[in-house]
């Protein structure tokens, strides 16, 4: 019987209760997943991939959700498939970790704070295996190495908090093989972590499912991934699957109108080869001008020399700064009139706090940061206030940086009235006309921030930023928690807004893709210090530095063809930013490769 499916969903319907009534969020799905395959649900926010995975734990009832209709069909090794929908809840209690296990998307949340690693490996162990407390240890040792966590025992003995957020994701990962399952659900494992992590996360479940023919259901929006891990592949559309196939069918002859639409918006690595300028992506189903070619000017807009920013570490009674974190050093770049910079690299790399420095968000501890030639830096609280005109920023979450209880007329039009531009109908005008801007219907104006999506609120912190004609536009990470297809029009609109104001942008992200779509220039940085900078084409096409090369290896490609294997990965584990107060750090110094293109030649720790 070896082609019985592990799990078959079939005809599944869950609903949600509401004031309104209930909202389907599920309606008729159907697949099967097989022992030593990896099927990946993919969809956006909302469509409904990770109901389906939670039902078939039956999670979604703690989540408010009901199964309304359908089978959800396990065979748990003896060849009988039971319906879980239909199981008791002690049945279930044998099942959930013992036979399915399930790795959650944040790790913080899946992992118990007060208790220590070991206890929380152990725990499955002795409850579904009855293992004695010290087989137990010994297996969750054994599973740690597996799963390529350095000093084993030691991790035991610690907290969460005590690991990085890779190593946490690997805890859980450990946690969820220890009973040896026969299905693990992955539901966006990789979403929260970086490019090189996430290389090495997906390089070991793959590993693991080979090594162990688990069946693997995987749950992601991220196609690219997709493309380095599945089978098969399930796309879902609004809590409906509107197509499913192996992975080569699915990306080089999809059949749906929307998994044709979903591939066209993934920006692939490598695809800007031989273009000099930035470009908008094709999109489909969306009306598109044509952009004359971005080129900018050679005009120095922004020049930053030097830059050091440090945070204090506070410790003992008396919360003296016992050491500094180290989080700019000695950082230096240009950027152009109507260009963008961009600045890549991982968390913790000080490319945030680079550009907060530069708007003083954050005070530097040293350097020059001169805008038009005007030294920021020394300005007075009243003279920046002044300069910020025409500096402005949009922020990672645009959820958080617009005020919950004011309408979307009056939060684009705060900065007019805090600079006493515009008033009454003459500022009401200014606003819909960047409402217009920015692609969004006048009719918002008198909505509310909860009232719109993800990628509305970020375009109308776009417009908010566009309010004053600012001449910088420093972009934090302003794309990355968006859905791909939301993330491809709101990019296309930056560079529309470049090619008819000629904004120049400070673009910070991890994105590799991302930033080779949008750049002119881009910087590199680790542990607080600019590594490698210079036009993108020589940057993406010829990078010099080692860390440059290791970053550019490990981004997942939307190609099937083009997979990783688990030997191109061998990262250096990124030591601390956190010195002592006596510690001097080197100045950084550079060697130009080409013309333009600089790169680090002071140690950099990698």
């Known amino acids: 019987m070896l082609d019985q499916p592990i799990a078959q969903i079939k005809g599944l319907r869950v609903e949600f209760q509401t004031k309104d009534g209930p909202v389907v969020g599920v309606e008729n799905v159907s697949f099967d997943v097989r022992s030593g395959e990896t099927l990946c649900i993919v969809g956006e926010s909302g469509s409904g991939k990770s109901v389906s995975s939670l039902s078939l734990m039956r999670l979604v009832e703690y989540g408010g959700g009901t199964i309304a209709g359908g089978e959800l069909l396990f065979d748990k090794g003896d060849g009988k498939p039971m319906d879980l929908a239909k199981a008791e809840t002690e049945m279930m209690k044998q099942i959930r970790g013992n036979q399915i296990g399930m790795i959650f998307q944040e790790p913080m949340t899946a992992l118990n704070p007060v208790f220590t690693v070991g206890r929380q490996l152990t725990e499955g162990l002795r409850i579904h295996k009855g293992m004695t407390k010290k087989e137990a240890e010994a297996r969750a040792i054994e599973i740690l190495k597996q799963v390529r966590i350095p000093e084993a025992e030691r991790r035991m003995t610690q907290y969460p908090h005590e690991l990085s957020g890779g190593m946490r994701q690997r805890v859980v990962i450990a946690m969820a093989m220890a009973c040896e399952p026969r299905l693990l659900i992955a539901d966006e494992p990789t979403t929260a972590l970086d490019v090189t992590i996430q290389a090495e996360i997906l390089a070991l479940m793959d590993r693991l499912k080979r090594e162990t023919g688990t069946a693997v259901m995987f749950i992601t929006h991220d196609m690219a991934v997709v493309a380095q891990m599945a089978d098969r592949v399930v796309v879902m559309y609004r809590g409906n699957k509107v197509e499913e196939g192996t992975v080569h069918e699915i990306f080089e002859n999809p059949q749906h109108d929307y998994t044709k639409a979903l591939l066209a918006a993934v920006p692939k690595l490598g695809e800007m080869s031989g273009k000099d300028y930035p470009e908008p992506m094709k999109l489909m189903g969306v009306e598109q001008r044509e952009i004359k070619p971005i ?138 006309a960047l409402f217009d801007r920015v692609h969004l219907p006048r009719s918002f104006m008198r909505r509310f921030p909860h009232e719109m999506s993800g990628g509305q609120r970020q375009r109308i912190a776009i417009a908010r930023a566009l309010a004053l004609n600012p001449k910088l536009i420093v972009a934090d990470e302003a794309v990355s928690a968006l859905d791909v297809s939301v993330q491809a029009q709101v990019l296309n609109l930056m560079m529309e807004l470049q090619a008819d104001l000629g904004l120049s942008f400070l673009f910070i992200s991890h994105d590799m893709a991302v930033v080779e779509r949008v750049s002119h220039q881009v910087g590199v940085m680790y542990l607080g210090r600019l590594v490698e900078i210079g036009p993108r084409a020589r940057v993406f096409e010829n990078p010099a530095h080692p860390y440059t090369q290791a970053l550019m290896k490990a981004v997942p490609i939307a190609d099937p063809n083009q997979r990783k294997s688990e030997k191109d990965l061998n990262f250096k584990p990124i030591p601390s930013p956190i010195h002592d107060l006596n510690y001097s750090p080197e100045p950084s110094t550079y060697v130009e490769v080409e013309p333009g293109h600089f790169v680090l030649t002071t140690d950099s720790g990698y």
């Open 295 to 432: 080129k900018g000017t050679e005009e120095v807009l922004l020049n930053v020399e030097n830059l050091v920013t440090r945070f204090p570490v506070k410790g003992g009674i008396l919360r003296r700064t016992m050491a500094q974190v180290h989080a700019v050093e000695d950082v230096s770049f240009k950027v152009f009139k109507g260009q963008t910079l961009s600045l890549v690299g991982e968390s913790g790399c000080g490319k945030s706090t680079c550009g907060r420095s530069i708007l003083r968000l954050v005070e530097p501890q040293s350097g020059k940061v001169e805008f038009e030639g005007r030294d920021i830096l020394g300005l007075s609280q009243h003279d920046l206030h002044k300069a910020r005109l025409d500096m402005q920023m949009i922020f990672q979450d645009p959820f958080a940086s617009l005020n919950p209880q004011m309408q979307l007329l009056d939060q684009v039009a705060e900065p007019m009235r805090n600079y006493n531009i515009a008033s009454g109908s003459e500022l009401t005008d200014r606003v819909a």
